[in-house]
């Protein structure tokens, strides 16, 4: 009876072995139904089911960061890049070099592995015509524009707390003054003036324009194209100045539970041509030498770009201190 139990006991932790190999956990910035439809795949192909919990960059970071001595995910999928580079600074992500990580430009990947870009978007503003039409006003074209008094509580972002995509507003506004922190933050106030609310998502200030909450709104264009696919009646617009942009990365977690699954998902992601479909279909523009791109997406090459320095924004002290005096200076207000 003894020998059964001890025999029973060792089969079963044999098969918890096993689940636990077969399973990975995840959090990712990607698009819910995004996600779900990537790591499904993944399971379909290789076997390996993904729990996943979807996160906006800051949120990741964060979490990542207090669950440092027992981290409860070993990857983590998508995120403006700038976010990856703020963990890596923390310590908090692990380097990897995947074989597949050389179909990807040197300029799209951490020379130490502990990152790598998998697509680019751009900043670009979001209208409901019909409810701009309504209220008499027009599109901006400009971050200037964003400023006029018309537009005062009709304009839609995300907290830069929170958000990767809004804290790259703050970076790119950095970037147009020159690194003139006090003049970036002198028009963060006058923008500030305008704004309805701050968001918890990058891509929820789009999707409130789309059902006319509200008329304007800051963010990514694969989200504003696949809103104005999708049927919703808005335009989008670039900044005529020059515009920030993402470049959405993947890391490893450093002492994830999952390492070996998790090296697995991320040579997925760089080499499945389903994964790389699933992202086209979201408009993505992927930064993978060869890879397709969907005819709506809008890249980089269409539009007028700044000279962003990622590893400047991404730095954690840099980060922190403009967080902090966007706190003090403008949130804090609210």
Do not use: C
């Not at 380097?95 to 998998?118: C, H, M, V």
């Not at 503003?125 to 200037?144: E, Y």
């Not at 790259?168 to 933050?185: D, K, P, Q, W, Y």
Request: hydrophobic residues 40%; proline residues 5%.
């Amino acid at each position: 009876m003894k020998r059964f139990f001890v025999l029973s006991l060792s089969v079963a932790l044999f098969s918890a072995a096993a689940v636990a190999q077969n399973a990975l956990s995840a959090y990712t910035t990607l698009e819910e139904p995004l996600a779900k439809a990537l790591f499904e795949q993944f399971t379909k192909e290789t076997g390996i089911t993904v729990n996943f919990v979807r996160l906006s960059g800051g949120e990741a970071v964060a979490r990542i960061e207090a669950e440092a001595a027992n981290p409860q995910a070993s990857i983590w999928v998508g995120g403006v890049g700038l976010d990856h580079i703020t963990a890596q600074s923390k310590g908090l992500t692990t380097p990897y070099r995947s074989r597949f990580a050389q179909n990807t430009p040197a300029e799209f990947k951490d020379p130490a592995n502990y990152w790598i870009g998998l697509y680019v978007g751009p900043l670009t503003f979001v209208t409901n015509l019909n409810r701009a039409k309504a209220l008499g006003l027009t599109p901006p074209q400009s971050w200037a524009d964003l400023l006029k008094p018309e537009y005062k509580g009709y304009i839609r972002m995300a907290n830069p707390n929170i958000s990767g995509t809004a804290y790259n507003v703050l970076t790119t506004t950095r970037t147009l003054n020159n690194g003139n922190e006090n003049a970036a933050f002198d028009y963060l106030k006058k923008l500030d003036a305008n704004i309805d609310q701050y968001a918890r998502s990058g891509s929820a200030p789009g999707k409130s324009v789309a059902t006319g909450e509200i008329p304007i709104a800051i963010g990514y264009a694969h989200d504003q194209v696949k809103l104005k696919v999708e049927g919703a009646p808005v335009e989008i617009t670039a900044p005529s100045e020059g515009t920030g942009y993402e470049l959405a990365s993947m890391s490893l977690i450093r002492g994830g539970k999952d390492q070996v699954a998790a090296r697995r998902l991320y040579d997925w992601i760089l080499s499945s041509p389903n994964a790389q479909k699933l992202f086209t279909e979201w408009y993505l523009v992927l930064v993978s030498n060869g890879a397709q791109k969907h005819p709506l997406a809008l890249s980089l090459n269409q539009i007028k770009t700044i000279r962003q320095d990622m590893v400047w924004d991404g730095n954690a002290v840099n980060k922190n201190r403009l967080l902090d005096r966007w706190n003090k200076e403008i949130g804090s207000k609210r």
